[in-house]
């Protein structure tokens, strides 16, 4: 199976050919903000490298959130719009489930965070290779308690890990590992085993959006103050 692999939710953008475990092309540039700029660039390299031209996918996976509102529906956008007009799946992909299996050498339990903002982090724990519950946002003092009524064995990954520990640097846990964003290889793997009937390319917000709607259409005037 070969497929291309997408990831504009978090702190890069990320864009990768595999043929079922092996890599043809990988692109990964650590960004906070350009992905919408860089995307289509980016995969136009990766289909280039691989050869093969883009009727040679049999599917492409994308990451579907948790992460940033713009972020991600840039890839999603762009993973659909290539889906709909080469009649290939689509599949969605957690960014904590990916930020997890980035973690290739842990054996125990895993926590995945993401830095969420506003005093909250993204989470998902996992034990065992299964995770322990949905991807919810839970303040850092949550996050925390969670991870140590697992124990001391647990492995934290994501930029949210600090925001934990800098809140509370007694916390115990085996390893900490800050990336910005999954590894394409993790993404390749969860895209590869992934159910297009059960993951679909659909948008993982765990809260509402900062941005609110205006509170008057263009040319009202102003309520006056209360």
């Not at 895993?110 to 290779?129: H, S, T």
């Not at 850092?140 to 308690?145: F, L, Q, S």
């Not at 394409?184 to 679909?200: F, G, M």
């Amino acid at each position: 199976m070969r497929f291309l692999v997408i990831d504009t939710a978090l702190g890069a953008c990320t864009a990768a050919v595999f043929e079922d475990d092996r890599a043809l092309a990988v692109r990964f540039e650590p960004m906070t903000k350009g992905h919408q700029e860089r995307i289509g660039g980016l995969v136009r390299d990766v289909m280039a490298e691989a050869g093969g031209g883009f009727d040679s996918l049999d599917r492409i996976g994308v990451t579907v959130g948790p992460g940033s509102f713009t972020g991600l529906r840039v890839g999603l956008a762009f993973a659909q719009g290539l889906g709909a007009a080469l009649d290939r799946p689509v599949v969605g992909l957690s960014a904590l489930d990916a930020l997890a299996a980035s973690l290739t050498n842990q054996d125990g339990p895993i926590a995945a965070l993401i830095d969420a903002r506003r005093g909250q982090v993204y989470a998902r724990l996992f034990a065992d290779g299964a995770s322990l519950g949905p991807d919810e946002a839970l303040s850092p003092e949550e996050a925390a308690r969670r991870i140590a009524d697992i124990g001391p064995g647990v492995a934290l990954v994501g930029n949210g890990a600090a925001v934990v520990t800098q809140a509370f640097p007694d916390l115990p846990f085996a390893h900490l590992d800050d990336r910005v964003a999954p590894s394409p290889e993790a993404l390749a793997r969860l895209a590869a085993v992934a159910d297009p009937a059960t993951q679909p390319p659909r948008p993982l917000y765990l809260r509402a959006p900062d941005a609110t709607p205006p509170s008057r259409l263009p040319g009202q005037p102003r309520q006056p103050a209360p």
